[in-house]
């Protein structure tokens, strides 16, 4: 521990470091501990179709096609454009296109005129061929029916990908005549038509998600190259990018939801009336000892031995009952031990998750006060500015803050017998959870004090003593980082 949390002496403070204390600011081991972490783009409303609009140039360059084949092809691999380039080498474009659903436009040249009166196939109606509509597969059909078909589809979800209506036919349908047939009539579900189009950038991306922020932002996060990372959006609202759950390093996804349902439902209070009372004979309903006698009474009248819950009569010394005995062993006392202990367990875990979890949200509101404090230093006659080392302190605290919570999530789990119970040996996880709860506790100590600091009344501290908390701040920050990459 000594490693990591230094004392107080380890600040001190002479003047030759003021002029260093810019360089540590840029130091390349600072810098890379500051900027770690998944690149990311927020993605605004107003920025969705420029976004949706530049990979769908890459694949029509690529490719030589038109846009709503590049779409097509695009939404059937998810928005991934690597993955698309891959299957084009690997297997050719005329197995990248019919696996997609994409027609070529040789139909169109190949295949005769349609006749002025038409039959149509669906509605079996004769009509004029200025009314009817043939697809890039080379498939005709009147417009009535186009036009029902790609209504029913829209409103059944499946807009991003409309087949045609031939029996047995993969392709997807042109969107540029979805939209001219829609337009004529029924411009409000072209817009859906329009809108479906444009979300599913975010919808069908895997690298691209919404902010669950509530109520919504607009805004969605597009991650460059780990999927499995926590992100932040514009908003101030950091989630994790694989379940869409709260920023929760270092549990994993499961871990979370496990822990979120243990804290929300009323598990542990049915694990308490397990522990703490036992079922009456005759009635069944949980009785509470509240003194030292082994014979306890139900609110029915029912006498029943505490050790053993056998019913009994009323008569009875300090030493026994009368008429009973229960020294042999019962596997209900086998359940209640176990059922005791890991409550006893889950307690510790929980208080100590929780604890950090207030401290964070009395924490939170050090913000307002903070940029108060700064307001009142930048007006004062000093040859300090820059105090962009106080909001950056302060993210470390509510970020190594959560992480500290959380850990106890974390070893609840990755220490208990729910998960990881065949993973490891006694021994071996007998030493890393010493390890962990060493890391863990060096963690809490530096975060305890990164805490006291930040609290400190710098506003009214000369400028020798602001750049001497700065250089603590600092210090304890590049600490704070390293422990919570080990978590």
């Known amino acids: 521990m000594d490693d990591y949390a230094s004392s107080d002496e380890d600040y001190h403070y002479d003047s030759d470091q003021e002029d260093s204390v810019e360089?540590?600011?840029?130091?390349?081991?600072?810098?890379?501990?500051?900027?770690?972490?998944?690149?990311?783009?927020?993605?605004?409303?107003?920025?969705?179709?420029?976004a949706q609009k530049e990979d769908l140039r890459r694949v029509m360059d690529m490719l030589s096609v038109r846009e709503q084949h590049a779409r097509t092809l695009l939404i059937f691999h998810r928005w991934d454009v690597e993955n698309l380039f891959e299957v084009y080498?690997?297997?050719?474009?005329?197995?990248?296109?019919?696996?997609?659903?994409?027609?070529?436009?040789?139909?169109?040249?190949?295949?005769?005129?349609?006749?002025?009166?038409?039959?149509c196939n669906i509605c079996m109606d004769e009509v004029p061929s200025s009314k009817t509509t043939r697809m890039d597969c080379g498939h005709c059909f009147c417009n009535g029916c186009w036009i029902e078909h790609f209504i029913v589809k829209i409103n059944e979800g499946q807009s991003k990908r409309i087949r045609c209506m031939e029996h047995k036919c993969n392709s997807i349908c042109d969107e540029a005549v979805v939209?001219?047939?829609?337009?004529?009539?029924h411009s409000h579900m072209a817009e859906k038509y329009e809108r479906f189009l444009l979300e599913s950038y975010i919808e069908d991306n895997k690298r691209v998600k919404w902010c669950p922020s509530t109520p919504h932002c607009g805004n969605a996060i597009r991650v460059e190259d780990d999927e499995l990372c926590e992100v932040e959006c514009s908003c101030?609202?950091?989630f994790c990018f694989s379940c869409l759950s709260e920023a929760h390093s270092p549990c994993s996804c499961l871990m979370w939801e496990l822990w979120a349902k243990k804290c929300r439902d009323e598990s542990e209070t049915v694990n308490w009336i397990t522990v703490h009372t036992?079922?009456?004979?005759?009635?069944?309903?949980?009785?509470?000892?509240?003194?030292?006698?082994?014979?306890?009474?139900?609110i029915c009248g029912q006498a029943f031995c505490w050790l053993c819950g056998g019913a009994t009569g009323r008569e009875h010394t300090w030493s026994s009952?009368?008429?009973?005995?229960?020294?042999?062993?019962?596997?209900?006392?086998k359940t209640a031990e176990r059922a005791k202990r890991d409550l006893y367990r889950y307690m510790h875990y929980h208080n100590r998750y929780k604890a950090h979890t207030d401290s964070f949200k009395?924490?939170?509101?050090?913000?307002?006060?903070?940029?108060?404090?700064?307001?009142?230093?930048?007006?004062?006659?000093s040859t300090l500015r820059d105090y962009s080392w106080v909001n950056n302190g302060l993210s470390r605290l509510f970020r190594s803050r959560r992480v500290l919570s959380y850990s106890y999530a974390f070893a609840f789990y990755m220490f208990g017998d729910e998960l990881f119970k065949d993973e490891m040996t006694d021994a071996q996880r007998e030493i890393k959870q010493n390890l962990f709860e060493d890391q863990q506790q060096q963690l809490e100590a530096n975060v305890e004090k990164l805490s006291k600091i930040l609290e400190e009344p710098f506003e009214t501290f000369s400028?020798?003593?602001?750049?001497?908390?700065r250089m603590q701040i600092l210090n304890l920050s590049t600490i704070i980082d390293k422990l919570c990459q080990k978590m």
């Open 23 to 50: 360089a540590y600011e840029n130091d390349e081991n600072y810098a890379l501990l500051s900027s770690k972490g998944p690149t990311t783009k927020v993605i605004t409303k107003e920025s969705l179709l420029a």
């Open 179 to 185: 939209r001219t047939l829609l337009s004529r009539e």
């Open 362 to 381: 009395i924490e939170s509101k050090l913000k307002e006060t903070i940029q108060g404090k700064i307001s009142i230093s930048e007006e004062k006659d």
């Open 278 to 298: 036992k079922p009456c004979p005759k009635c069944h309903k949980p009785v509470e000892k509240n003194g030292g006698c082994n014979l306890v009474s139900c």
């Open 236 to 238: 101030g609202v950091q």
């Open 89 to 119: 080498v690997d297997k050719g474009k005329s197995f990248l296109f019919a696996e997609a659903g994409v027609s070529v436009d040789e139909h169109r040249d190949s295949d005769s005129p349609v006749p002025p009166d038409f039959m």
């Open 463 to 469: 400028d020798d003593k602001v750049v001497e908390i």
């Open 321 to 333: 009952i009368a008429g009973h005995s229960c020294g042999r062993y019962k596997e209900q006392e």
